[in-house]
């Protein structure tokens, strides 16, 4: 299996433009989530998806921030506008939900930089 | 809101040393977790502890959760520079995963 996918690896935008940053989970997961993470912070969970529909999304810092899952093998994660404090590396993450353990697969991270 | 404290935040080390890191929380968690995150790369599991008072080994790496499950420590044994990353702990709760900040360890030829 290859993974979990996140594209682009890297994205440097100017502030007030819009970044949408993509996942594609494990085939067969059923979860999926987006954390953030800065040194400051550390990594923080921003939504977390379950068959697709959006369960939990009280981390996503503000309206500016939205997510979608369109389907078991696809979501975004979009930024509009951005801002310098939106710079950080986003990951997306997933697993197959059962009773008890909730161990998570990660992909390799967005890293954006908003100037 | 649960919050899981780490310490050390930062280590380095010689190699063949031995290490231990500790993490902490007021909450009680399902499960708990450690993840190691490289440079440039997303976390990755290395083990899961569930019962209050586990003690799970992976080769050189112990790990121990507290009776109370609230807490957890990672001890290394002659750590080795392939050793270096951020040591991540995360509680488990019904899905949410809640992670520390890490502890950044370096371990030096």
């Known amino acids: 299996d290859a993974g979990v996918i996140q594209s682009p690896r890297h994205e440097v935008t100017e502030m007030g433009q819009e970044v949408t940053l993509r996942c594609k989970p494990i085939s067969g997961h059923n979860s999926l989530f987006w954390y953030r993470q800065t040194m400051m912070r550390g990594l923080e969970l921003l939504i977390y998806f379950n068959n697709n529909v959006p369960i939990d999304d009280s981390g996503m810092p503000e309206d500016r921030f939205s997510a979608k899952m369109p389907n078991a093998s696809f979501s975004t994660l979009k930024i509009q506008p951005s801002e310098p404090r939106d710079s950080a590396v986003y990951f997306c993450a997933s697993n197959f939900r059962i009773q008890g353990g909730t161990e998570a697969f990660f992909g390799q991270g967005t890293r954006l930089t908003v100037v | 809101t649960q919050l899981l404290e780490q310490s050390p935040q930062f280590l380095s080390i010689q190699e063949g040393e031995n290490l231990t890191v500790y993490c902490n929380s007021s909450?009680?968690?399902?499960?708990l977790q450690w993840y190691r995150q490289e440079p440039g790369e997303g976390p990755v599991l290395l083990v899961t502890v569930v019962t209050g008072g586990e003690v799970k080994k992976l080769k050189r790496l112990t790990f121990q959760f507290g009776d109370a499950r609230k807490d957890s420590s990672l001890h290394i044994t002659a750590a080795q520079p392939g050793d270096t990353g951020l040591y991540l702990c995360?509680?488990?709760?019904?899905?949410?995963?809640?992670f520390g900040k890490g502890t950044l360890l370096t371990v030096n030829p």
């Open positions: 995360a509680g488990g709760s019904n899905y949410k995963l809640t």
């Open positions: 909450s009680v968690f399902s499960s």
